[in-house]
């Protein structure tokens, strides 16, 4: 409206908290996302292997599936839960690659292939926010897979093993939250910094992939070569495997004896936040109102 009419006036609906104003954006990019059939479809078939492994950790306790499968009933199938788990992490780390290559390159190279970036911050949304917003959806994302499938499995198995099985093994709850979060951060961040700085969405998909399985070829190379272990600090599957192994051997205040890896628990922290600091320069560097073009 022309400015010298004089009969325009300020917002007088209710305002959204400041600390909840990054959530916006969640919400209209989590929309975004499932316009696509393939997405949701996708998503589903996710959730495809806890399921089956849920089914078994109730065949491993019933006996009439047991007889009806010919198998002596009272039989363990299943002995070793935190190696149980700890392959579920493993399977569902590459549906959630899959799944933040196919959703990460619509968060960010959108809006900086359309110039819109000046539109939000105009805004009062600070850069952070405009991050965080977007960091939400591929973490929930990932978290649907990885996380709660876990701790659903543990549920699982405690109920049907008793409140003795459930206190002595309760550390494996927090087994899979912190093995959980630590892929949900890595694969969200290196999603998005990937859109940042790569504006053709097929491509920044790609590059996701290329990470992941591109990395851990070149990481064995470098180690057959030179026969070392230093290949594998560019191996991000693997680094996150060295992570699952420490925590699912970890009991009582020690880690047991199958907690070997090649590299340290130590090296495999430090490498994961160079990875993530990594991430967060390079979005901080994008995720600009302008840009300067030499």
């Known amino acids: 409206m022309a400015v010298y009419k004089r009969n325009y006036k300020a917002w ?5 908290p400041e600390w909840s104003r990054f959530l916006i954006l969640t919400r209209y990019a989590w929309r975004y996302i499932f316009r696509s059939r393939f997405m949701a479809i996708f998503l589903i ?3 495809i292997p806890p399921l089956i492994m849920g089914l078994g950790l109730y065949l491993n306790h019933s006996d009439s599936l047991l007889k009806l499968l010919h198998l002596p009933a009272g039989r363990i199938l299943i002995t070793d839960i935190p190696k149980y788990l700890k392959n579920f992490l493993q399977i ?10 196919f959703a990460a390159p619509a968060m960010i190279s959108p809006d ?6 000046p539109l939000y911050f105009c805004r009062p949304f600070t850069r952070m926010e405009y991050i965080l917003g977007k960091f ?21 198995e405690a109920g049907l093993s008793g409140a003795t099985w459930t206190w002595d093994n309760l550390w494996l709850a927090g087994a899979v939250t912190v093995g959980s979060l630590a892929e949900v951060v890595a694969l969200s961040l290196l999603g998005l910094a990937l859109s940042a700085w790569v504006k053709w969405k097929p491509i920044a998909g790609a590059l996701v992939l290329g990470v992941f399985f591109l990395g851990a070829g070149f990481g064995a190379a470098i180690n057959a070569v030179a026969h070392t272990t230093a290949g594998y ?7 996150l495997e060295v992570l699952w192994t420490k925590l699912f051997a970890f009991k009582g205040g020690t880690f047991g004896a199958n907690g070997g890896t090649e590299i340290s628990l130590a090296g495999a922290l430090i490498q994961l936040c160079v990875l993530c600091g990594f991430c967060l320069f390079l979005l901080h560097r994008k995720t600009r109102a302008f840009e300067v073009i030499r």
């Open 92 to 101: 569902e780390l590459g549906f959630a690659t899959l799944l933040v290559a």
């Open 45 to 47: 078939v996710c959730l």
């Open 112 to 117: 900086l292939g359309n110039n819109a970036l």
């Open 12 to 16: 007088s609906g209710r305002l959204t």
């Open 136 to 156: 939400c959806v591929i973490a929930w994302l990932v978290t649907i897979v990885s996380a709660i499938p876990g701790l659903i499995l543990f549920g699982i």
């Open 233 to 239: 600090y560019i191996n991000i599957a693997y680094i």
